[in-house]
């Protein structure tokens, strides 16, 4: 039986090239090697990369969305793949047979669409956020979810051929939900998988200037996009609670709700609705798309 071909998609705006150059070593070692890289420069020359691999230099930054939707088109114009690897640029592969596992879990399960791996800091520690379960309990504990990690994960490309790539119109945050949200309900799974680990140093997600203003305008659109009209305003309403409530600062909120009100008088891309049956799918894997 044929090994699955492994591309691997990395973005970068030139700011780590030692993480960068770390990163590409733990690529090149791995036990199943890559049959193609693309590193894309967002908005940023790139430096210089090891050989086979393919750099494309945008002079925008497109964002995490339109970086990953450009990596994507160079690796199928290289063609003949079977699973594409997103990896942060600060990452780091500390095994050499995450790609063979990778292809041994597509393999078993030809629906499997997504593998989210586990993000853990130098000293093993998983941040809450890193887990993609509502109930976090063990980080180590892997299994069927609804959602995953952008900074570590492979996609199916028969997947990706049947729900389409990354919304492009969301540049940073929630785009791994929308196109979760999108791939459940094309009847593909989603695993999460603690035994493949990408090291990654600990951060928080509001060192990002634009965090309030785009966490809340994407959400607005997620739900926009994607869920029953029914749902909307309950999902909406929960996340403005909860923000609310979990908000310490004055200047975040303000943000967030410009953010919001952004997302609500834009469109934020085309609109099809999950089914009701992928809502009562989302619901038995522990997240309604409520919250």
């Known amino acids: 039986m044929r090994h699955l071909r492994v591309g691997v998609a990395i973005l970068t705006m030139g700011n780590r090239p030692a993480e960068l150059q770390a990163l590409l070593d733990s690529v090149v070692k791995q036990d199943l090697p890559p049959a193609h890289i693309v590193v894309i420069g967002n908005g940023s020359p790139l430096p210089p990369l090891p050989h086979g691999a393919v750099g494309v230099?945008?002079?925008?930054?497109?964002?995490?969305?339109?970086?990953?939707?450009?990596?994507?088109?160079?690796?199928?114009?290289?063609?003949?793949?079977?699973?594409?690897?997103?990896?942060?640029?600060?990452?780091?592969?500390?095994s050499p047979d995450v790609f063979s596992r990778l292809a041994e879990l597509h393999t078993a399960d030809p629906k499997l669409g997504v593998v989210s791996f586990r993000v853990a800091d130098e000293l093993g520690r998983t941040q809450r956020?890193?887990?993609?379960?509502l109930r976090v309990g063990d980080p180590a504990r892997g299994g069927l979810v609804t959602t995953f990690l952008g900074g570590g994960h492979s996609l199916s490309v028969p997947m990706l051929e049947e729900i389409g790539g990354w919304p492009d119109?969301?540049?940073?945050?929630?785009?791994?939900?929308?196109?979760?949200?999108?791939?459940?309900?094309?009847?593909?799974?989603?695993?999460?998988?603690?035994?493949l680990v990408l090291q990654h140093p600990y951060t928080s997600p509001t060192r990002h200037a634009v965090y309030h203003r785009m966490v809340a305008r994407n959400r607005v659109w997620l739900a926009k996009r994607n869920l029953p009209a029914l749902l909307v305003p309950l999902y909406l309403g929960v996340?403005?609670?909860?923000?609310?409530?979990?908000?310490?600062?004055?200047?975040?909120?303000?943000?967030?709700?410009?953010?919001?009100?952004?997302?609500v008088r834009t469109p934020g891309g085309q609109r099809r609705p999950i089914r009701w049956r992928t809502v009562w799918r989302m619901t038995r894997l522990g997240r309604p798309p409520v919250i």
């Open 57 to 94: 230099e945008l002079s925008d930054n497109l964002g995490i969305s339109g970086g990953r939707n450009v990596a994507l088109d160079e690796l199928r114009k290289l063609g003949d793949l079977d699973l594409v690897v997103d990896l942060d640029d600060d990452g780091l592969l500390i």
């Open 129 to 133: 956020r890193h887990v993609p379960r």
């Open 169 to 195: 119109e969301f540049f940073y945050a929630h785009e791994e939900t929308d196109l979760a949200w999108r791939a459940l309900d094309r009847g593909w799974h989603i695993r999460y998988v603690p035994e």
């Open 239 to 263: 996340w403005a609670v909860l923000t609310v409530v979990r908000s310490r600062s004055a200047a975040g909120m303000r943000a967030w709700a410009a953010g919001f009100a952004e997302g």
